[in-house]
Structures are given as C-alpha cells and as structure tokens.
C-alpha cells in the first residue's frame, strides 16, 4: 500500500482553517476539487470547510450520501452559496460521495493508497462523478507533489504545466493564478486573431472578380 505525507496547509484559500482541512481530509480536497468549476480557486477550496461548518460536523462521506438530497442543496444554497451553481453542484459531491461509499467503503484515501500504479489511479480519479481528464491530472499532482505519493508509472500521467500541485505557499498561488490568467487572454487574443483572419478571407473572397 503506498503511503503519503500530508503537509500542514494546502495553500488554495488564504484561509488557514480552511487550508489546513484541505491538507488532513481527503474528502475536503475532493469536494475542493468538485466544486473547481467557473469559480476561482479560493471560492472552490473554501467550499468544504463552509460545508462542514453549516453540517454542524465533520465531513463523511457515508452521512453526506445518505442525506436528503434537497437539504443539501438547501445548504449550498445559503448565503453565500457555496458555488455559483449551488444546486448541481450540491448533486455532484453527493454523487461523489456515494461512489467513494461503494467503491471504498467510505474512505476516499484508499484512492490513491490502494492504487496499484499511476495508471491505476488515474483510472480511479476518472470514476469519481464530477472529476475529469483535467482534475485527474491535477489531483495527481497534487498527491504526488504535496503529499509524497510515489507510484510506478506515477510521472506519466502528471501535467507538463503548471497546476495546484506546484503551489506551496499563498505567493504560489499568486503567481499560479496570473500564469493562468495571461494564458487564457493569449488564447482569447489567439482565437480573434484567427477569427479575424478568416473573415478577412471570406471577405476578400466576396469581392474578387474573375478575370
């Protein structure tokens, strides 16, 4: 069985409670990961601990698949939501944690402490409602770069960008986010260029004449 070494915080919220629930309750950093989705990192991963908070008790994963589906939505609903999107995602990290309550009995750590390799644990990652290519990857690399998760094979299916698991420190986080941001406005910049470019065409292919 591979073994990890949870560190103090996980730098996503600039909360310290928050952070550090991140870094000793897997079931927190899956819900972080669940809700990472058209919010920004900080409103995501701050998630679980609110979660827990309006609970009035830790997370479970047994408690929070069995709960009454519209009391949960009813508490990611309250202000503020949990989630610009509080009632599907209330859906999501019920979906989640019933899947963990049948495949693992509940304990979301055996994901990637039971994983034979990293092809393994992508492959569990990928059975997790709400959790896709993109989040798989990253949830690795955060096991493997924050927590000391080492499986054979594990490097494979690590990013060769940037992600969550390089942040170790609220500074990281900043600069994360701004490499993020430039990214997308040069991608943004990219797709007008090219729309640009293409209308210029269509353009120039209404006017022409033959000679």
């Given amino acids: 069985m591979a073994t990890t070494h949870a560190p103090r915080y996980l ?22 990961f669940t809700l990472d989705q058209q919010v920004t990192v900080q ?17 479970d994963a047994d408690r929070l698949a069995e709960m009454d589906p519209d009391a949960l939505v009813a508490l990611f609903q ?31 750590a055996r994901i990637w ?12 990652l990928l059975r997790l409602p709400g959790i896709g290519e993109m989040k798989a990857a990253t949830i690795a690399a955060v096991l493997s770069k924050r927590f000391g ?7 494979a299916i690590l990013p060769d ?6 942040v170790d420190s609220p500074e990281a986080l900043a600069a994360y986010q701004a490499g ?9 910049a990219g797709h007008s260029a090219a729309e640009a470019g293409r209308a210029a065409m269509e353009a120039a292919g209404t006017t022409t004449r033959p000679g």
Avoid: N, W
């Fill in 11 to 32: 730098f996503y919220t600039g909360d310290s409670d928050a952070d550090r629930l991140l870094a000793e309750e897997p079931l927190a950093l899956l819900i972080g």
């Fill in 43 to 59: 409103k995501a991963f701050s998630g679980p601990i609110e979660l827990q908070r309006r609970l009035g008790r830790p997370l």
């Fill in 78 to 108: 309250q202000r503020p939501a949990l989630h610009r999107f509080p009632g599907a995602m209330a859906g999501r990290v019920q979906a989640m944690c019933a899947a963990i309550v049948r495949d693992y009995a509940g304990q979301p």
């Fill in 113 to 124: 402490l039971e994983a034979r390799d990293g092809a393994d644990l992508r492959a569990r």
């Fill in 149 to 155: 998760l080492e499986l054979p094979g594990l490097a």
């Fill in 161 to 166: 960008h940037p992600t969550l698991g390089d």
């Fill in 180 to 188: 993020k941001r430039a990214h997308k406005a040069a991608l943004r």
